[in-house]
């Protein structure tokens, strides 16, 4: 809910008190502002809003994740690369569903902004290559179904893959 350079501040602030109970010899607030710091560290690489979104998800509830979204009004200033990548990941996994178009935007930047986790940049691929097979880029679609098997590391997109593949021989 604030914005990343707060946090950081937030997390500075937090380890100065911590050393300055150290130095008090309060030991044990000194710890529990550590480890304080340290969320807030952590909410800076991974926003709370996006793991909200991620949750949301996961449950199927695709209202309440853009609900989630939506709540950051202008994700560059108030995200960082990584999480503007996911920000647009999550907005294409829900847009495709009704708007083809508008999902290949979203992924595209997803792609291009980056994804921390190669499974996430591979079914990022793996929605890539979907639409360009519905709209009849043949070609494309089996460069991005190579580059999603190789990213799939654990073999848990094995299955979409390989219907994916009979349904473009079919094309």
Do not use: C
């Not at 009004?73 to 178009?101: D, F, R």
């Amino acid at each position: 809910m604030f914005n990343k350079n707060i946090k950081l501040v937030l997390a500075v602030g937090t380890i100065v008190f911590a050393i300055y109970q150290f130095i008090e010899n309060n030991i044990g607030n000194g710890i529990m502002l550590i480890l304080l710091a340290a969320i807030f560290v952590f909410l800076y690489f991974k926003n709370e809003i996006i793991l909200l979104a991620f949750l949301r998800l996961r449950k199927q509830d695709f209202p309440g994740a853009k609900k989630w979204l939506d709540k950051i009004s202008n994700p560059e200033a108030a995200l960082v690369e990584k999480q503007q990548g996911y920000y647009y990941y999550l907005h294409g996994l829900m847009v495709s569903q009704t708007n083809i178009s508008q999902a290949e935007k979203y992924f595209k930047k997803a792609i291009k902004l980056g994804l921390s986790m190669s499974q996430d940049l591979a079914m990022a691929k793996l929605n890539l290559a979907g639409i360009a097979m519905t709209k009849r880029r043949k070609r494309e679609a089996q460069m991005l179904l190579k580059e999603a098997k190789t990213l799939d590391k654990h073999g848990m997109l094995n299955e979409q893959i390989r219907m994916m593949k009979q349904q473009m021989k079919k094309i």
